[in-house]
């Protein structure tokens, strides 16, 4: 695969993921890279940047520290910085240099650590994926260090639920970052979706939430996973706890009670569900011979808000991944292109193509392109037209209506 990009954009890189997913969860992320290179991050991927605090720095890596390859200096900064700080945990993330010289970020980790005595997280990144698989590997390196035993939480909080009837059904979301979702008042949504559904909040993976309130996760009953990123740490939470988890975004009648009714029966049974192909497997007969809308961007989201079109206004749709999506997580008529050579033809029979503004230049004159602005691509360019999917899905659904 080529990867080529010289007509559209390209995603936000996987380091940017890990800041964003730690952003808000009280610990030092450090960014191995040269001096500079963190203004990419700070003032075109994090929106929450001038509005709250966070402690995410750069090494400030020089050609010499390349040549020798020598992280005496970036350990001393660190501990230094540390002890200023005193942050809940310290997490080392890299970019392309240390990927070509071979940093060992587990074993600076755990020397960093020991000399510190902070939980130190070593995250292997290289800038060559996109942000999601980052932010995916931040939220399950959290999932795997920092959740308790349902036997600990307990004893801390001195609470004995078992027997307390009245307790309401507890949920984690999974892969809630503002480089998928802005920050426009979705995650709040999201919230005010579970809460009418009766069920109570444990932990948002990783937007509103504490390293504390993570902590507490496996007293979830079920996981959300509403992105791509929440996959790794719910996989981690399935494994340690047994917690299962359901895939898919509220949007819509359709996938919202589809989520609703997944949950309870998830909670039930144990098994993990992908509430978006359900939806979309009991409307299949009716939309095979319909227009073909296609959605390009993040799966999970646009899976759900292409399923909500087939239920809702019956419609063919199709999603096209330019991510490293995994393929488990696709409809049977959904693909992934990382190259635009290879989404240019999956979208020549396109009545309407939905995607970021960016996705225009590449957009067949006869389809109509309706405008979905993404963080992770266009940045703050677009960011006062992103809408809030959960709240207010006819954004998207009355554009594709009028087409039909």
């Known amino acids: 695969m080529k990867q080529v990009a010289s007509i559209i954009s390209i995603y936000a890189a996987d380091i940017s993921g890990v800041a964003s997913a730690l952003f808000e969860l009280g610990g030092m992320t450090v960014m191995h890279d040269a001096s500079g290179c963190n203004s990419t ?24 520290d390349a040549v020798i390859g020598d992280d005496h200096r970036l350990i001393n900064d660190i501990k230094i910085a540390a002890a200023e700080l005193s942050p809940e945990f310290i997490a080392v993330a890299g970019t392309p240099i240390p990927m070509m010289i071979g940093t060992d970020f587990k074993a600076l980790s755990k020397i960093i650590e020991r000399e510190t005595g902070i939980p130190c997280l070593g995250i292997n990144t290289n800038s060559m994926h996109s942000y999601f698989y980052g932010a995916g590997l931040a939220l399950a390196a959290i999932a795997e260090r920092f959740v308790k035993k349902t036997e600990e939480i307990l004893s801390c909080d001195k609470v004995n639920t078992q027997e307390d009837e009245s307790q309401k059904f507890s949920v984690n979301i999974m892969g809630l970052t503002p480089l998928d979702f802005s920050v426009n008042g979705t995650d709040s949504s999201i919230r005010q979706f579970l809460y009418e559904s009766d069920m109570e909040v444990i932990g948002s993976w990783a937007m509103g939430s504490s390293l504390d309130d993570l902590k507490r996760a496996a007293l979830a009953e079920v996981n959300l996973v509403v992105s791509s990123s929440g996959l790794p740490a719910a996989r981690i939470l399935y494994e340690r706890f047994g917690i299962p988890y359901v895939i898919g975004l509220p949007v819509g009648e359709s996938c919202r009670s589809g989520i609703r009714e997944a949950m309870y029966k998830s909670a039930e049974d144990g098994q993990n569900r992908t509430v978006y192909e359900l939806v979309s497997a009991d409307s299949a007969c009716e939309v095979e011979e319909q ?43 959904d693909f992934i292109a990382e190259d635009e050579t290879e989404i240019i033809p999956l979208l020549e029979n396109a009545v309407a193509v939905v995607a970021d503004p960016l996705y225009s230049f590449i957009c067949p004159e006869s389809s109509k392109f309706i405008s979905y602005p993404h963080e992770a691509f266009s940045g703050r360019i677009y960011r006062s037209e992103i809408p809030d999917p959960v709240k207010n899905p006819e954004i998207i659904l009355d554009s594709i209506r009028a087409l039909i």
């Open 291 to 333: 227009p073909l809308v296609v959605f390009i961007g993040e799966q999970v989201i646009n899976a759900s808000m292409a399923a909500a079109c087939e239920a809702e206004l019956g419609v063919k749709t199709s999603v096209i991944s330019p991510l490293d999506t995994e393929e488990s997580l696709l409809r049977s008529c």
């Open 41 to 64: 991050y700070n003032t075109h991927d994090e929106p929450r940047w001038y509005d709250m605090d966070s402690m995410v720095f750069i090494s400030g890596m020089t050609e010499m």
